[in-house]
């Protein structure tokens, strides 16, 4: 999150006071750092949408601007961090904002709380399970860890796979499971072709702890656009708190 005081130096509060008056003042400081902020968000989604591979609509709309108010000139840019369902992108963008290792996914903690995984083990998906944004989606994964008993680690309700006929008819606890083939552990679905029954892995565990380069460096990007428009901000704030001053 970048927050945007407009709380400036002497020079511009003595220009401001002699330009619009003390009554309008903290109309204008707002204004200037809301458009700030609106212009940091701009930025930063032209960056993530470049740099970043296929971003979700999800993602892209996470992004929000809290707007300053005259009692306090104070605008905010960041990601939201709440969801009803889902982690939110304030969660999962961390490693494109940050770089360095990555902690565990609540996936991979619910396989090494039911001891499908070991503690120091990564699931790393595999391509061929992958979406059009890259991604394994949350119904495979909450499919997976059904089928595997792994389901209420996470879900904190009944969902895991069972003997009962409509979980038989889902098949998840048939499709997938854990373990070794060819050498490689991870997790693998069962599948029918023209010759034969075969499988494929899903997720692929590594030994190796995930890092990250930084892909999205937020506060740099924000800094560099509040430095290159706050002047041209606070002259436009003026003229505005001027012409509906009263």
């Given at each position: 999150m970048l927050q945007?005081?407009?709380?400036?130096?002497?020079?511009?509060?003595?220009?401001?006071?002699?330009?619009?008056?003390?009554?309008?003042l903290?109309?204008?400081?707002?204004?200037?750092?809301?458009?700030?902020?609106?212009?940091?968000?701009?930025?930063?989604?032209?960056?993530?949408?470049?740099?970043?591979?296929?971003?979700?609509?999800?993602?892209?709309?996470?992004?929000?601007?809290?707007?300053?108010?005259?009692?306090?000139?104070?605008?905010?840019?960041?990601?939201?961090d709440a969801w009803t369902s889902g982690v939110p992108a304030d969660t999962y963008l961390q490693q494109a904002v940050k770089g360095g290792r990555r902690p565990h996914k609540r996936f991979e903690k619910a396989l090494i709380a039911k001891g499908i995984m070991k503690s120091g083990q990564y699931a790393l998906p595999a391509a061929s399970a992958l979406n059009q944004f890259g991604n394994v989606p949350r119904g495979t994964i909450m499919k997976i860890l059904s089928g595997l008993g792994a389901a209420e680690t996470v879900s904190g309700v009944q969902a895991n796979a069972t003997g009962s006929k409509r979980s038989k008819r889902k098949?998840?606890?048939?499709?997938?499971?854990?373990?070794?083939?060819?050498?490689?552990?991870?997790?693998?679905?069962?599948?029918?072709?023209?010759?034969?029954?075969a499988v494929r892995p899903v997720f692929i565990?590594?030994?190796?702890?995930?890092?990250?380069?930084?892909?999205?460096?937020?506060?740099?990007?924000?800094?560099?656009?509040?430095?290159?428009?706050?002047?041209?901000?606070?002259?436009?704030?003026?003229?505005?708190?001027?012409?509906?001053?009263?």
């Open positions: 945007i005081d407009a709380r400036t130096n002497i020079e511009e509060l003595s220009k401001a006071l002699r330009t619009v008056g003390e009554k309008q903290p109309f204008a400081f707002a204004l200037m750092a809301t458009r700030l902020a609106v212009l940091v968000k701009k930025g930063e989604l032209s960056v993530l949408k470049a740099r970043i591979d296929r971003p979700t609509t999800t993602t892209l709309n996470s992004l929000y601007v809290k707007p300053a108010k005259p009692g306090n000139p104070e605008a905010r840019t960041f990601f939201k098949g998840n606890a048939q499709k997938y499971f854990a373990g070794e083939v060819g050498g490689t552990q991870g997790v693998w679905e069962r599948k029918k072709t023209a010759w034969g029954d565990f590594s030994d190796g702890e995930p890092g990250y380069r930084v892909i999205l460096p937020f506060y740099k990007i924000a800094d560099n656009i509040v430095k290159a428009n706050r002047i041209r901000e606070f002259q436009s704030a003026m003229d505005t708190a001027l012409a509906t001053k009263r």
